[in-house]
């Protein structure tokens, strides 16, 4: 789905990540690990299109899919007066036309969104009543809504509960297992090593791509 030639990502010309030769396969699950400050957040948001290459290429088999994205923090104002339903409902928008609303089919998927991460009650409630945890929730069955055939995360665990975790790290597996790809910034050493396939990992003068190892972070590279 991803090709690397050569890639550089960073900031204003200023290389923060090595240089990356390889590929990302359709249909994949690869967390993106490494110490802090390597580049993992600017690389995704390369990828993602939010951010130009500093040098080298990323090629597409034909064109930039439409990519579900998931920010380290989120860029949705919590007091800015929207429904829960609301927001799942921009999850929407790439297939529904302004003027005619949501179709039936497209609202019984924001109910099936809402009900999978356990929001269904809360459809009606502002977000600025919502928790960190909730407010994640919420997120992720916007992106589940969207059904994007690449799906990028950064950071999605950081700052919520474990249960809530959980919750979310089960539908980042059933949306990869419907066959979407998935490329996720993760500290989590046990959570890659359980659910994660394929690793990049990050240093300052290389890329290590493959199949996760057993352990897949140093412990000093596993707090956020």
């Known amino acids: 789905m991803i090709e690397l030639d050569h890639l550089v990502a960073g900031y204003d010309r200023l290389a923060i990540t090595p240089a990356l030769c390889g590929s990302v396969a359709r249909g994949s699950m690869t967390a993106i690990v490494g110490a802090n400050g390597c580049g993992k957040s600017t690389l995704l948001k390369t990828l993602a299109g939010f951010l130009p290459p500093v040098s080298g290429v990323i090629r597409w088999p034909s064109h930039r899919p439409m990519v579900g994205w998931l920010a380290q923090r989120h860029a949705l104002e919590s007091q800015f007066p929207v429904t829960v339903q609301d927001v799942v409902c921009m999850g929407c928008w790439p297939r529904f036309s302004l003027f005619r609303g949501l179709s039936r089919d497209a609202r019984q998927r924001v109910a099936q969104g809402l009900e999978r991460v356990g929001l269904s009650t809360m459809a009606q409630e502002t977000i600025d009543t919502l928790s960190g945890g909730q407010f994640q929730r919420m997120l992720f069955a916007r992106i589940w809504v969207q059904n994007a055939p690449l799906v990028m995360l950064d950071e999605p665990f950081t700052g919520i509960d474990e249960v809530t975790s959980q919750v979310l790290m089960e539908q980042i597996v059933d949306m990869h297992q419907s066959g ?45």
Do not use: K, N
């Not at 490329?183 to 290590?208: C, G, K, M, N």
């Open 180 to 224: 979407q790809t998935i490329l996720a910034v993760l500290h989590d050493s046990e959570r890659v090593t359980r659910y994660f396939p394929q690793t990049l990992r990050l240093d300052e003068q290389r890329a290590q791509w493959g199949e996760t190892p057993a352990q897949a972070l140093p412990p000093e590279e596993c707090r956020a």
